[in-house]
């Protein structure tokens, strides 16, 4: 049975570092595109970037480059958004997805890692 | 950037009636349109990709119709379960979503 299995929610200050996971089982971690998704409070879903755990070839939606960072470690089957500086207006649900191809849908969805900034 | 439009934004409808959702995209994106729907609390589901092929385990009174920019997602005879928001999503360049179908009961 494929999985991801987020990590657990999160309350961080303004100005603070945060790295979110998602662990992937019962596929190849290394063959499929992992791509991440933020859902702000009462809005829709917006695709922040995407990374090939294969080789860590990694893209950005132009919304959020600059401000994230999306890695992989392939050997625990493993991906991860990083913030180095969060802001308010960071609080979300961040969500994983599993995708065929770069610019393919998210077939298997994280649970969702809500992540509240707040001083 | 592609502009996806989604139509209405809520649309009310009773149980066992058909429910057609609209969603436009602002250039062609071919057949590269997916939907998805999302229950509160939950994350989002995979419906249709390819703007007209379900995704494994869809029940088939889900259909997608459309290529090009125009785009038609229908229930045929909703369910109590398929009360939800609804979002299309093009993956032709990048990966954009439209804003999202509320979708309740009349």
């Known amino acids: 049975e494929v999985q991801l299995v987020q990590s657990g929610a999160e309350v961080k200050k303004p100005g603070e570092s945060l790295k979110i996971s998602c662990k992937g089982s019962?596929?190849?971690?290394?063959?499929?595109?992992i791509g991440w998704v933020r859902q702000m409070p009462g809005k829709g879903l917006e695709w922040m970037g995407i990374i090939y755990p294969g080789d860590s070839d990694t893209r950005y939606s132009p919304s959020f480059q600059g401000h994230i960072t999306i890695s992989a470690d392939k050997s625990i089957s493993t991906a991860y958004l990083q913030w180095s500086s969060l802001k308010a207006s960071d609080t979300a649900m961040y969500y994983c997805a599993r995708q065929g191809y770069s610019s393919s849908p998210g077939d298997y969805w994280g649970q969702g890692t809500l992540v509240t900034v707040s001083s | 950037e592609i502009v996806m439009t989604q139509s209405p934004a809520t649309l009310s409808v009773s149980p066992g009636e058909r429910a057609t959702l609209s969603c436009r995209a602002s250039q062609s994106v071919s057949i590269n349109l997916a939907w998805y729907q999302q229950k509160p609390g939950q994350a989002p589901r995979l419906l249709i990709y390819?703007?007209?092929t379900r995704a494994t385990g869809i029940p088939p009174r889900f259909s997608g119709s459309g290529s090009g920019t125009e785009f038609t997602l229908t229930i045929s005879s909703l369910q109590s379960e398929d009360f939800a928001v609804y979002y299309c999503?093009?993956?032709?360049?990048?990966?954009?979503f439209g804003q999202g179908t509320k979708l309740e009961i009349k």
């Open positions: 019962g596929y190849s971690f290394t063959s499929y595109w």
């Open positions: 390819g703007a007209s």
């Open positions: 999503q093009q993956y032709n360049n990048w990966l954009n």
